[in-house]
């Protein structure tokens, strides 16, 4: 059985370390609520911007555009494919990370020669420990996703698709929306499908629009636009998923931190009571020793 010093001793590291988790735990709860106020603030231009995108599609439905499925197609054969995946700089959150890469493969298993773009240490980590090659890595943290640092991916993303080195693009990351699971998920970012424009509002079906130069490059502009806040929104959320995943395990750490003192601390005293129970016996013994002593030393004085 450990002595009492060494229970104290593991008392203390755990308690250290139940520090460590709760200041965790409250620095991911300000980083995911500032990351939510960030994207809340930017959330209204590109919902408006795809307001604008269906206006166009309601002028007219059969625009040909290279960042659209050819009408009346629903897929596009073929490839290379371009996938973005996000993950987070460090561990201690979770599955998130472990979800990401695991999502990741399973697009690779479907298309060998997909290329890859890795924002975040832990899948750059993963991908170069397991020797699968890396188109693009952004070295800047994920940590602080920005709207200037969307816009330098979708730059890179759409200068590859506008060249032909790719036919489409896909997205891995964690939605807000599925934090409690944390699972990730891959979306087609590019080509988009009429659908996702389509609209049933018909207010404005009727009016007519001038599009200068022409309607081909203002709607070529408009889905830069949108894409870099496609990009955007998917760092934040991924971000703040990644935050409320940390949350979760340090606050199952501070848990089992504290059933973990709670056990040590009642074998602490048992420890303790044990070794006074021990030392009253040993008194007790020596007491009642000396008192045998005593006695045989009055007996044999009475002989005498």
């Keep these: ?73 629903d897929d596009i054969k073929g490839g290379p494919y371009a996938c973005l995946v996000i993950t987070a700089d460090k561990g201690l959150a979770g599955s998130y990370n472990q979800n990401a890469v695991k999502e990741t493969m399973h697009i690779l298993a479907d298309h060998p020669g997909t290329k890859l773009f890795v924002v975040g240490e832990y899948g750059r980590h993963y991908f170069n420990q397991h020797q699968i ?9 994920a940590q602080n996703p920005t709207l200037q640092r969307a816009r330098e991916i979708s730059a890179i993303l759409l200068d590859g698709y506008n060249k032909g080195l790719w036919k489409k693009i896909y997205i891995v990351y964690t939605d807000m929306a599925n934090s409690l699971s944390s699972a990730a998920q891959s979306t087609r970012l590019l080509p988009f499908h009429r659908a996702h424009f389509a609209s049933t509002d018909e207010d404005h079906a009727s009016d007519s629009f001038e599009f200068m130069p022409d309607m081909a490059t203002v709607l070529d502009n408009m889905i830069e636009s949108y894409i870099s806040g496609f990009i955007y929104s998917a760092l934040i959320d991924s971000f703040c998923s990644e935050q409320n995943a940390r949350m979760t395990a340090m606050d199952s750490a501070n848990e089992n931190a504290q059933r973990l003192l709670d056990e040590l601390s009642l074998q602490y005293n048992r420890v303790r009571q044990s070794a006074i129970t021990l030392e009253i016996t040993e008194v007790s013994a020596g007491a009642k020793a000396q008192r045998h002593k005593r006695e045989a030393a009055r007996n044999a004085r009475k002989d005498v």
Excluded: C, G, W
């Design 133 to 141: 090659p890396i188109e693009q890595s952004f070295l800047y943290t």
């Design 1 to 73: 059985m450990a002595s009492t010093k060494e229970i104290k001793d593991r008392i203390e590291s755990v308690r250290q370390t139940q520090k460590i988790t709760n200041a965790m735990y409250l620095i991911s709860s300000t980083k995911l609520r500032r990351a939510r106020e960030d994207l809340a603030h930017t959330r209204p231009y590109f919902e408006a911007l795809r307001a604008e995108i269906k206006r166009i599609f309601r002028t007219s439905s059969d625009i040909q555009n290279r960042y659209f499925y050819p009408p009346h197609e």
